[in-house]
């Protein structure tokens, strides 16, 4: 697959307030490697991408990705605590 977009629901029970979250989410894959952003606001005013690699182990296959959440710092000083980044792993269940 080369240069196709997708678009879904995000859903994720890792809620800062303990609550699941969904989001909508908008992505694009050009062959092994995919790409996609969720934008969690207003409710969490942030937004992550994620940009990874399809990857096939037997018959499992996974998404190996690296993250950025960017969100609105609290205090106009505290902006280097509103950029994380982080890794994760999509496989199905």
Do not use: K
């Not at 307030?17 to 952003?37: E, K, N, Q």
């Not at 037997?58 to 890794?87: K, R, V």
């Amino acid at each position: 697959m080369c240069g196709a977009n997708f678009s879904g629901t995000y859903e994720t029970a890792v809620g800062s307030d303990g609550l699941a979250a969904i989001a909508p989410l908008f992505g694009t894959v050009a062959g092994d490697a995919i790409a996609f952003t969720v934008n969690w606001g207003p409710t969490y005013v942030s937004v992550r991408g994620w940009s990874g690699l399809l990857l096939a182990d037997g018959n499992q296959a996974c998404t190996y990705t690296l993250w950025n959440l960017s969100c609105t710092p609290m205090d106009e000083d505290d902006f280097q605590h509103s950029i994380l980044t982080g890794a994760d792993l999509f496989a199905r269940a």
